[in-house]
């Protein structure tokens, strides 16, 4: 018999990258800043997490990360000019993102890897289950993975981590899970992880994709994991902690998503996002469609 476990309530954003694989772009403008048809990346993220009922975030930002704070802040001079305008539909829009949720900031100061960012939030977070969303990784409300993961960990407790089967040729991109079978089909064990493995020393080609759901433990084991891969306190690393004892935070569990997924994190997967949710839009796919299947045909 299962049992329950504490509603989760909180998000945490880690949102301190440089984004060097968008310069010059992002010399002076935050990645997550930069546009995904007419919104910023990291919106998409926090309306999934509100979608998902945390409306508690908590971003962890870095030097030149003050856009983002601005975005979710009012804009009374902005405002009042739409009002002014008598423009409702662009002030909706705008009032949009500072009515989300409720948002905190820390800064992470050093950049010293994902599982130090997620380590940044430990003051806030407490003692409580959280989730964690990178922005790089954009999933179509349409799909809802992150309440899911949700009810897994509060069926199960311990922590939840997104999955996707790739191309065995591309798993040493990600960080990788050995797993087991549970008696739900989209649901595994994960019994251990390896950051970016070498394809033939992979125990799967389930990839970690960026949505965690973790116990608290967790920030113990992050304040004693040392530097791993690219001299960085790597999060796989104290995940694969926790995957080896139970005891330490309770098991990990994988649920293995098949939907659909923006990588925003490189250059061609950025643009192709762009283009596959401009057509899908009501107001934009039509004429876009219709001008991309020309396009398209004169090149060919």
Known sequence: MTQSHPRITKAVIPAAGLGTRFLPATKATPKEMLPVVDKPAIQYVVEEAVSAGLDDVLMVTGRNKRPLEDHFDRNYELESALEKKGDAERLAKVRESSDLATMHYVRQGDPKGLGH?????????????????????????RDPLLKRMIEIQEQYGGS????????????????????????????????????????????????????????????DILRKTEPGRGNEIQLTDALQQLAADEKVGG??????????????????????????????????????????????????
């Open 160 to 219: 939840v981590i997104a999955l996707m089967e790739v191309a065995p040729e591309q798993i040493h991109l990600y960080g990788c899970a050995a797993v087991e079978t549970t008696e739900d089909s989209d649901v595994v064990q994960v019994t251990g992880l390896v950051e970016k493995p070498d394809p033939a020393d992979a125990p799967s080609n389930y990839a970690v994709i960026g949505r965690y759901v973790l116990d608290p433990g967790i920030f």
């Open 251 to 300: 098991p990990v569990h994988g649920v293995v998503f098949k939907g659909r997924r923006y990588d925003t994190g490189d250059r061609g997967d950025y643009l192709r996002a762009i283009v596959r949710l401009a057509c899908e839009r009501e107001d934009l796919g039509p004429d876009f469609r219709t001008w991309l299947r020309s396009f398209v045909a004169e090149e060919m």
């Open 117 to 141: 960012a997620v380590l940044c939030a430990a003051p806030h977070v407490g003692q409580e289950p959280f989730a964690v969303l990178l922005g790089d990784d954009l999933i179509d409300p």
